[in-house]
Nanobody, 115 residues
Framework: QVQLVESGGGLVQPGGSLRLSCAAS????????MGWYRQAPGKQREGVAG???????NYADSVKGRATISRDNAKNTVYLQMNSLKPEDTAFYYC?????????WGPGTQVTVSS
């Protein structure tokens, strides 16, 4: 089965930017639609952005215009560029198959937006 490891999170001020990475191993993700999800404290996990193997992209309304998802199949990696970050973007961010995730999840990467 594929293993997913997210990185790139951190503490950032409102208005700042982060680039999240998701490295897959154990299996190629090149033929899978992949996406980013997030879970804020006390809230359910939600989909943020997804990209098909053909490059079709969709975004949640909450991040539209501020997020860019991309993938590098040669590196078996998916990225999420987040700009103009807001405190409400604070959450653990995960990558997984899109729109129906695998049952297993990576450790996630924490994003905290605070001044």
């Amino acid at each position: 089965q594929v293993q997913l490891v997210e990185s790139g999170g951190g503490l950032v001020q409102p208005g700042g930017s982060l680039r999240l990475s998701c490295a897959a191993s154990g299996s190629s993700i090149r033929f899978a639609a992949m996406g980013w999800y997030r879970q804020a404290p006390g809230k359910q996990r939600e989909g943020v952005a997804g990209i098909t193997r053909g490059g079709y992209i969709n975004y949640a309304d909450s991040v539209k215009g501020r997020a860019t998802i991309s993938r590098d199949n040669a590196k078996n990696t998916v990225y999420l560029q987040m700009n103009s970050l807001k405190p409400e973007d604070t959450a653990f961010y995960y990558c997984n198959k899109w729109p129906t995730p695998y049952e297993y999840w990576g450790p996630g990467t924490q994003v905290t937006v605070s001044s």
